[in-house]
Nanobody, 122 residues
């Protein structure tokens, strides 16, 4: 059974940085892409970034380009999201997810974590 566990969320001020982590367990993840999504109160879940198994082909939502970096450590079955210059609009629950391809389409992700809350105060 696949388990994805996010960590690293918290309360920060506008302009601060935060690094989220996602630890995967339960089976081999070789060849699988991973992604980050977020959901703010009253809004739909939206794509943040995704990365291939090898760590190549990072793909970002326009809102995250230039101020975030997605990476992964295949030896640790882990993925990370470094976010900089945070704004209150980044406040949301952040989820990591598993897919067989790098894609912004949430319906193509088969497994999801429980999420970690990120709150950015102004």
């Amino acid at each position: 059974q696949v388990q994805l566990v996010e960590s690293g969320g918290g309360l920060v001020q506008a302009g601060d940085s935060l690094r989220l982590s996602c630890a995967a367990s339960g089976r081999t993840f070789r060849g699988y892409a991973m992604g980050w999504f977020r959901q703010a109160p009253g809004k739909d879940r939206e794509f943040v970034a995704a990365i291939s198994w090898s760590g190549g082909w990072p793909y970002y939502a326009d809102s995250m380009k230039g101020r975030s970096t997605i990476s992964r450590d295949t030896a640790k079955n882990s993925m990370y999201l470094q976010m900089n210059s945070l704004t209150p609009e980044d406040t949301a629950v952040y989820y990591c997810a598993l897919s067989d391809r790098v894609t912004p389409d949430a319906t193509l992700y088969s497994d999801w974590g429980q999420g970690t809350q990120v709150t950015v105060s102004s």
